[in-house]
C-alpha cells in the first residue's frame, strides 16, 4: 500500500473518531439552546458555523490558490487541484445553505430572506457552481482551463464581502460570536463548537484530497487515449 493511502486511511479515521466525538456531545451532553434561538434545532449551529469557515470559505482559498498556481505554471497537478477544491466550494456551501435555511425555519418561521449575508453567500455558491458546471460540460483544453482558473480566483473576491457584508450594509442575519453577538450561553457549547471547527476542516481536506485524485487520474486518462488514438492514426 502507497504512503499516500497509508496517510488519507490515517486521516479518515481521525475524522470519523472526531465527528462520532462532537455527535455524542452536541446530543448527549450540550444543553439546549434558548427557545428564541430553536431550542434544540440550535445544535446545527455546530455543523452549519463550521461549514462556513472550514469547508466553503477552505474550499475556496485552495481553489484560490490552485488557479493562481495553474495561470503562472500551467501545471496538470495545480488544474486538478483547483477542480477538486472547486467541487468542494460548492458541496459545502449547500450544506451551509441548507443547514442555515434549517435553524432559520425552526427559529424564526422563516427559510430564507434576501440578507446582504445570504445573498452574497449564494452568489458565491453559484459562482463556484458555474465554475463546476464549466469544467464538466466544456473541452479540458487550455484556453478552458485559464477561464475556469481566473473564475475560481475571482470567486474568492466574495469571501470578505460575505464576512463584513452585515457590519456594512446590516441585515437580519443573527450575530453570535461577533461583537454584539448573543454568545453561546455555556462554555461546553464553545468547546463543541471548536471541535465542529476540527472536524469540519478535515473533512474538507478528505473532500479536496478525494476529488483532487478523482481529477488527476481523469487527466491521465485522457492522456492515454488521446495517445492511444494517435498511435492508432500512425499505424493506420
Known sequence: MKASNWAFDALLAITAAIFAYLLAQIFFYLPNAQLSAGGIAQKIFYFHFPSIFCGFFLSIFVCFAASAGYLTTGSDGANSLARGAGDCAVAFGGVMLVSGMIWAR?????????????????????????????????????????????????????????????????????????????????????????????????????FIWLRTEHHVLRSRLSLIEEEALSRGAADA
Not at 131 to 160: M, Q, T, Y
Not at 187 to 196: F, K, N, V
Request: aromatic share 10%; glycine share 10%; net charge positive.
Open 106 to 206: 425552526r427559529a424564526w418561521g422563516i427559510w430564507w430572506t434576501w440578507d446582504p449575508q445570504l445573498t452574497t453567500a449564494l452568489l458565491t455558491v453559484l459562482i463556484y457552481l458555474a465554475i463546476v458546471i464549466l469544467r464538466a460540460f466544456s473541452a479540458d483544453g487550455a484556453a478552458e482551463r485559464r477561464f475556469a482558473a481566473a473564475l475560481g480566483v475571482l470567486g474568492a473576491v466574495n469571501v470578505p464581502i460575505i464576512r463584513y457584508s452585515v457590519q456594512k450594509w446590516g441585515g437580519n442575519h443573527p450575530v453570535v460570536l461577533r461583537k454584539g453577538g448573543a454568545g453561546l450561553g455555556d462554555p461546553a457549547m464553545l468547546d463543541a463548537l471548536r471541535i465542529g471547527f476540527v472536524a469540519m476542516a478535515l473533512l474538507c481536506i478528505l
